[in-house]
C-alpha cells in the first residue's frame, strides 16, 4: 500500500459515518479496535447523540443476555400454523 492510500485509509478511519460506528461498536464488544479505529469512533461519538444511544442499548442488551443466559438457551416453541408457515416460505421464495 502506497503512502496516499495509507493516508487515506487513516482519515476515513478518523471521520467514520453513523453506519461504520454502529458496526465498530458492534466489533469492539468482540475484541479491541486498532488505536485509529478507536480514536475515530470516539470522534463522533462526540458529536452523534444517535450512535451513543445506540453504544448504550447493544452493551444493555450484551450484559442482559450475560446475566441471564438460561432465557436466551430455549428454543421458541412454534406458535404459527402450518398454513401461515407456508404463507411466509412461499413469500421468501417469491423474494428471490
Known amino acids: 500500500m502506497n503512502f496516499w492510500n495509507k493516508i487515506r485509509t487513516a482519515c476515513g478511519e478518523l471521520s467514520p459515518n453513523c453506519r461504520e460506528v454502529s458496526r465498530a461498536q458492534s466489533e469492539a464488544l468482540e475484541h479491541r479496535l486498532p488505536a485509529v479505529k478507536r480514536f475515530g469512533v470516539w470522534l463522533h461519538l462526540l458529536l452523534c447523540k444517535w450512535c451513543r444511544r445506540y453504544g448504550?442499548?447493544?452493551?444493555?442488551?450484551?450484559?442482559?443476555a450475560h446475566d441471564h443466559p438460561e432465557e436466551f438457551t430455549g428454543v421458541a416453541p412454534g406458535k404459527l400454523s402450518a398454513e401461515t408457515r407456508e404463507r411466509i416460505k412461499q413469500r421468501l421464495r417469491d423474494q428471490k
Do not use: D, G, Y
Not at 58 to 63: C, D, G, H, K
Open 56 to 64: 448504550k442499548q447493544i452493551r444493555f442488551l450484551r450484559a442482559a
